[in-house]
């Protein structure tokens, strides 16, 4: 079946820091990808997405490539700021599979002032 | 635009009690509503696709008969936890798909149950 692996955190780092999350991915077909963010007590918000190979998710700094040869979508971020402490979800989904997501099991990031 | 809201936002319930949740999306209609639950500083886990105007389709190993969802319109879902225990303790979210085209999906801000 479908999966997502992504590098266990958590992560820490100091503001201005660049930051990279790993995701690599197992499917079947033509994935679409995704990057969620939670923040402290809330619900998942979309980060970025792609829907086919290198096509290139960007919002609020993050970028992410869809990379079919390594059926990879790293996370980055050149200047990471404290607001950006949140847990990282990388996921995907298929319409054959009604488009039900499939998540990593999510990254905790901690940026230090 | 896309906005769900859950309500309770936190809810503590004794063992034995029932509690219902809800999911609405506020400014769209979403045929097919998702459950998910997510444990302490893990990730989300599928419990079951809700559609509306029929039965929803339940996750291997989620109790169908323990958690009742129910999507009556195409803006609520509803999900009961029903004779609760304090292991049904977890953080409840709920995500919304569009009926069309690109089939978005948007997350609620998540259930805290504590079942004491």
């Known amino acids: 079946g479908d999966s997502v692996t992504q590098m266990e955190g958590p992560v820490t780092l100091s503001e201005e820091a660049f930051l990279t999350i790993n995701c690599t991915y197992t499917?079947?077909?033509?994935?679409?990808l995704f990057w969620y963010v939670q923040y402290p007590g809330e619900g998942l918000q979309l980060l970025l997405k792609?829907?086919?190979?290198?096509d290139k998710g960007s919002n609020k700094g993050f970028e992410a490539t869809y990379r079919k040869e390594t059926t990879s979508f790293h996370l980055e971020k050149g200047s990471v700021q404290v607001s950006d402490s949140a847990v990282y979800f990388c996921?995907?989904?298929?319409?054959?599979?009604?488009?039900?997501?499939?998540f990593g099991g999510g990254t905790r990031v901690l940026v230090k002032p | 635009g896309a906005v769900v809201s859950q309500h309770p936002s936190w809810v503590i319930c004794k063992s034995g009690t029932s509690v219902k949740i809800e999911c609405r999306s506020l400014?769209?209609?979403?045929?097919?509503m998702f459950w998910y639950r997510q444990f302490p500083k893990q990730s989300l886990m599928l419990m079951a696709t809700?559609?509306?105007?029929?039965?929803?389709?339940?996750e291997q190993g989620v109790e169908k008969d323990k958690f009742l969802i129910n999507h009556a319109s195409l803006t609520l879902s509803t999900l009961t936890v029903t004779s609760a225990h304090p292991e049904d303790s977890s953080f409840y979210i709920c995500?919304?798909?569009?009926?069309?085209?690109?089939?978005?999906?948007?997350f609620g801000p998540g259930t805290r149950l504590t079942v004491t």
């Open positions: 995500s919304a798909r569009t009926s069309g085209a690109p089939y978005e999906q948007y």
């Open positions: 499917a079947t077909g033509y994935p679409s």
């Open positions: 792609a829907t086919k190979a290198d």
């Open positions: 996921a995907l989904n298929r319409y054959a599979a009604g488009n039900k997501l499939t």
């Open positions: 400014d769209f209609q979403a045929t097919t």
């Open positions: 809700s559609n509306e105007g029929s039965k929803a389709t339940y």
